[in-house]
């Protein structure tokens, strides 16, 4: 069974940065697609980032150029390093798993962006 582990989140100024992290657990963690997501209340979740097991990496256009996503395969986490924050990026943020099919979820964790 995969488990998804977030921390990172908090309270940060606009301009600011933070980074998340995700431990993953129960998956091949270097053949897994990692990805970010978040949510706002009464809002779909939206996708922000993914890397794949070769370490190819695709961006929501409003966080290019703000955030990096990144992995250690050695330590099966994944990153979302969140610079140049802004009030909208204010979400919770989740971890995403995808390997043969399955698609699994983390618990989240909440990003609050002061103006």
């Known amino acids: 069974q995969v488990q998804l582990v977030e921390s990172g989140g908090g309270l940060v100024q606009a301009g600011g940065s933070l980074r998340l992290s995700c431990v993953a657990f129960?998956?091949?963690?270097?053949?897994?697609?990692m990805s970010w997501y978040r949510q706002t209340p009464g809002k779909q979740r939206e996708f922000v980032a993914n890397?794949?097991?070769?370490?190819?990496?695709n961006y929501a256009d409003s966080v290019k150029g703000r955030f990096t996503i990144s992995r250690d395969n050695a330590k099966n986490t994944v990153y979302l390093q969140m610079n140049s924050l802004k009030s909208e990026d204010t979400a919770s943020y989740y971890c995403?798993?995808?390997?043969?099919?399955?698609?699994?979820w983390g618990q989240g964790t909440q990003v609050t962006v002061s103006s």
């Open positions: 129960g998956t091949i963690f270097s053949s897994t697609v």
């Open positions: 995403a798993s995808f390997l043969n099919g399955n698609f699994n």
């Open positions: 890397i794949a097991s070769g370490g190819s990496t």
